[in-house]
């Protein structure tokens, strides 16, 4: 018993110390080859019936506005309101009337398990497409026709005026996972060395990817540390006790 508490501090120390790099390190299973990402839900354009076949939708809208250039004005396409406040007579910017927006799939999957979000954050690109307007609202077809992969105001695309507007569409798409995420705690997580497919225009701000140790599993080294602490301690006071009888 006197020699008991030198492995026993040892062993205590080692698990309160790496316990977490342990953990960190463990061998974790990457999906299956053939395994594919699944939306939860179809991500949809409410306003125009558009809707998305992979993981997130974006409506980006632009209107042909007067803009200053130079000591004059001139006239072309921008995402963003141009205020005329300013500008001389004639040169007026009606109202942006249809702003763009964005919208993202409530929850992906891959083999029925959650993927997290910071996955989609750092590897999601966003690309153009042509979605189908079978559904679009018989109010927007009177305004609307399709022009090139969206859709326009214009009387004449190649002659458009101040207030005409043009719609197009892009979807979040993922690339292959296979080699890029690992299964821990319950859920698919980005690898710490994944990197993104280098695309242009990829339009998703990327977060910082990092290996975060499971908070349970972390929890539970610290337990089991405590619990060897405890039995220090324990063995101490019986050293004590014996040595001074």
Known sequence: MKRAWRPAT???????????????????????????????????????GVA????????RVE???WHAAGRGYARGWNE??????????????????????????????????????QVIERLGQWRDFRPSFNALPGNLAATF????D?????????????????????????PPLQERIVLRDGRWQLR???TPDAVADA??????????????RRALWWFVGGALAILLIALLAVRRRRSHR
């Open 10 to 48: 040892a062993l205590a120390l080692a698990v309160a110390c790496c316990g977490p790099i342990a953990i960190a390190q463990e061998p974790v299973a990457p999906p299956q080859s053939n395994a594919t990402p699944q939306p939860g839900n179809v991500v949809r354009d409410p306003d125009f």
């Open 63 to 65: 209107m042909y506005q």
């Open 192 to 194: 710490a060395d994944a």
């Open 145 to 148: 026709q399709p022009e090139g």
């Open 80 to 117: 963003q309101p141009q205020d005329s406040a300013g500008f001389a007579p004639g040169h007026d910017n009606p109202p942006f009337p249809l702003r763009g927006r964005r919208w993202l799939a409530r929850s992906v999957s891959v083999d029925g398990v959650p993927l997290s979000a």
């Open 150 to 174: 969206g859709l326009g105001s214009a009387e004449n695309p190649l002659d458009p005026r101040v207030g005409d507007l043009r719609i197009r569409w892009r979807e979040l798409v993922l």
């Open 203 to 216: 339009g998703y701000p990327a977060s910082v990817a990092s290996e975060v140790v499971p908070q349970r």
């Open 52 to 59: 998305a076949r992979h993981f997130g939708l974006e409506r």
